[in-house]
DNA sequence: ATACATGCAAAGAATTTGCAGCTTG
DNA sequence: CAAGCTGCAAATTCTTTGCATGTAT
């Protein structure tokens, strides 16, 4: 899976590191300043690609365009429903409540957990003034 | 909000009781065994008005259309990735832990926390002893 | 009555895909 | 050179919407 490297795929690398959380179209929006010829569907297929082979994260957003992540790291993601903003957020506590939980569902369900995806929602403080 | 109760949102309601975190499509072909008028349409805006309205949740899924599910009543969903089996998981400990994380994102990130969608995913017991 | 909901079909948005041509190893 | 990737555009898929008509309160 994806053998070659691209001047394509780096530069979408590089827009997932520049923006925050991007969607596919601030990906390809970004990387067309630099250079326009890319195409929107050469970043979809790369996106698609790096999330499949776990290099990147997507972020399902339901109504909203998916959003793409290139921090693997153990964190969690608040997404406002009314910008579409999203906000990371870690820390021990949380991956200290976050092991609690897994305990608690692997001991009623039997499952061993090895995988989670959450998504928290809500509104932002800037949003909510307005 | 959904000021009238027709007919098509009561056989709506109990498509979402009878199958288990159905797409929209799955609901219409539910209906629709009985009620062979009702159209997709129809499906989809009552379900995004009651997802609004918080009486349902709409679980984003991102490359799969998004899936609804008439539980509001706190809890989680466990996915076997061997037998595709869901298991649900609720009870105070487990409220009582996802209360601590939604304040802490609170915290962190200011967004007041509405709405979470979570899926953790593993090998159920039965899976592991093949 | 009349405000709201429906069915239908068309529009819209997000994403994927087929294919000919260019690129990288 | 061959395998893979790109750009383009058309196709798919999921979801929303406008409008004329039906219906619950």
Redesign the pocket.
């Known amino acids: 899976?994806?053998?070659?490297?691209?001047?394509?795929?780096m530069m979408?690398e590089n827009a997932l590191k520049e923006l925050d959380h991007p969607?596919?179209?601030e990906v390809y929006e970004y990387v067309r300043e630099s250079?326009p010829?890319?195409?929107?569907?050469?970043?979809?297929?790369?996106?698609?690609?790096m999330a499949e082979a776990g290099e990147i994260l997507r972020i399902?957003s339901?109504?909203?365009?998916?959003r793409f992540d290139i921090n693997i790291h153990e964190h969690l993601h608040v997404l406002c429903a009314e910008c579409g903003q999203v906000f990371d957020a870690e820390g021990h506590q949380l991956e200290d409540l976050l092991g609690k939980i897994d305990k608690l569902l692997e001991e009623s369900t039997g499952v061993h957990i090895e995988d989670r995806s959450m998504l928290f929602q809500g509104v932002c403080s800037q949003c909510r003034k307005q």
Do not use: C, E, F
């Not at 899976?1 to 795929?9: E, F, H, L």
């Not at 050469?42 to 690609?49: A, Q």
């Not at 339901?62 to 998916?66: E, F, L």
């Open positions: 899976m994806n053998k070659r490297y691209s001047a394509q795929k979408i969607t596919a179209t250079y010829n890319i195409s929107l569907g050469t970043v979809y297929r790369n996106l698609g690609i399902p339901g109504q909203a365009p998916d």
